[in-house]
């Protein structure tokens, strides 16, 4: 008899778009928030309530490893999770309702009240609160459908809904510094609006828009760390994606650690400052269903082979820029936007292809584990890129300070800025060609998955 019934046989005609935007609701609250936290938040609580810089650094570095550390943590448990209400459901309630709280208390934070005190536990609760939401919901994403392709349109809906949420943050500020120009705490009012606004009925949305059916009904063993890391970094396919993801954020976070450097000191043109983002992200909303396509035709691995090295080309092309070539800049940043995020979608779909072949042949059941780690690997990412490019740009004698920087330091920027990005998204698209788990290994997966006896779920 099959295993995960009902899930499993969910059709596409029961997953209309309109469920699954609901679905996908808590996904626009979540990457709202998110560049304001660490872009907006710890500037403003510094510079209009007081609070010591070094202190907030400290406690927001704080928070994201917490964060980090507790993905895997809490993938293993809800995997394990077994409730009436379905396994994933409960940690994204509780979680959604400790990001609120956080949220509330970091964009909405009362004159005479704001302390060390108060702002570490906003922290805590946000990055607790985000953790225990996203990646139940990223597992349960790849749990509501079986079918090869119908996984892809549902992480290109959360690719759409992320990119949406970027632009409607990124105005924010702009909206701000036309009504008061430098009013901090009107900015965290904005931001703290557009998070709680769409957070409240997105988590009812998100809670109620689909069944959690997936919670097996069985006695399980204790809980194994070694069979848990084994799960892991026993899997080949799997640590293609992690290292394939990684190397996708690296390539990103370069050229987002760099953007604004290159605009305002290497263009001179500082009124592109936040122009540029918004320029690009605003295409960005349209590669989601544009690479939608391109996924059903070509499968979920060739397309990330396509996507990665479209993106490579894209950037190499900015090798060729000079200080008079702003147009240029402008072409490239508009085919980067209707490339965003295209990589990282076809491979967030292809983990729940590999937590179905990983059941098959193992009987383990690790969907939220193995999305727990594919977002470390995403944090990883991010945290190479400022790892290596600012203090390689440095090394090379850029200084953001300085009145004037030698051509050889603005040469280098640019080269940083060009290469790093196109070498990461180069070896992301060579870790996942040829990659075997394709849409017909899928589907034998699935038929042999369809008539397996249950084992112990999850096996630990």
């Known amino acids: 008899m099959p295993y995960y019934t009902p899930a499993e046989d969910t059709s596409s005609e029961h ?32 510079r209009h309530y007081g609070i010591p810089l070094a202190t907030l650094g400290l406690l927001f570095l704080a928070g994201q490893v917490l964060n980090s550390l507790l993905d895997p943590v809490i993938g293993a448990l809800s995997d394990r999770t077994v409730s009436r209400f379905g396994r994933r459901r409960p940690w994204i309630a509780g979680g959604g309702v400790l990001f609120i709280l956080g949220c509330a208390m970091l964009f909405f ?51 759409f809904l992320s990119s949406a949420a970027l632009v409607l943050t990124l105005l924010l500020p702009a909206i701000a510094d036309q009504l008061r120009p430098d009013d901090g705490p009107l900015r965290l009012t904005l931001f703290g609006t557009l998070v ?35 799960a892991v970094f026993a899997n ?40 540029m983002f918004l320029f690009q992200y605003s295409f960005g909303i349209l590669a989601a269903p544009i690479w939608q396509r391109i996924g059903t035709g070509l499968g979920k691995s060739r397309a990330a082979v396509l996507a990665e090295l479209v993106q490579a080309a894209i950037n190499f092309g900015l090798v060729f820029l000079t200080p008079e070539s702003f147009g240029l800049m402008l072409a490239l940043a ?47 990412g991010g945290a190479i890129a400022v790892g290596v490019a600012l203090p390689l740009v ?46 017909r290994a899928h589907a034998e997966v699935r038929r042999k998955l369809a008539y397996q006896a249950p084992r112990l779920v999850p096996a630990e």
Do not use: C
């Open 15 to 46: 997953l209309s778009r309109g469920r699954l935007l609901r679905f996908s609701a808590m996904a626009v609250p979540i990457y709202a928030a998110a560049q304001p936290v660490i872009a907006f938040v710890p500037a403003i609580l510094s």
């Open 109 to 159: 934070p009362p004159p005479g009240l704001v302390s060390v005190p108060w702002v570490s536990a906003a922290v805590l609760l946000y990055y607790t609160g985000a953790a225990a939401t996203v990646t139940p919901l990223l597992a349960w994403s790849g749990e509501i459908s079986g079918d090869y392709h119908q996984r892809t349109r549902i992480a290109s809906l959360f690719t």
């Open 196 to 230: 709680l606004g769409t957070a409240l009925p997105g988590l009812w949305l998100t809670l109620t828009a689909l069944p959690d059916r997936s919670a097996a009904r069985h006695e399980q063993g204790p809980f194994d760390l070694k069979a848990t890391l084994r």
């Open 236 to 275: 080949p396919l799997l640590l293609r994606v992690l290292a394939s993801d990684t190397a996708v954020t690296a390539g990103q976070g370069v050229r987002t650690g760099l953007l604004l450097f290159v605009i305002t000191i290497y263009f001179g043109k500082p009124e592109w400052a936040a122009g």
């Open 334 to 380: 508009l085919l980067q936007g209707l490339s965003q995020g295209s990589g990282n979608l076809f491979l967030r779909s292809m983990v729940a292809d590999i937590a179905d072949h990983h059941r098959a042949e193992t009987g383990e059941d690790r969907v939220g584990l193995y999305y727990s780690v594919f977002s470390v690997s995403q944090k990883l």
């Open 394 to 439: 440095s090394a090379f004698g850029f200084d953001p300070r300085g009145v004037v920087n030698p051509p050889q330091a603005l040469q280098a920027l640019i080269l940083v800025f060009a290469l790093g990005p196109a070498l990461a998204h180069t070896a992301a698209a060579a870790l996942v060609a040829g990659f075997p788990l394709d849409s």
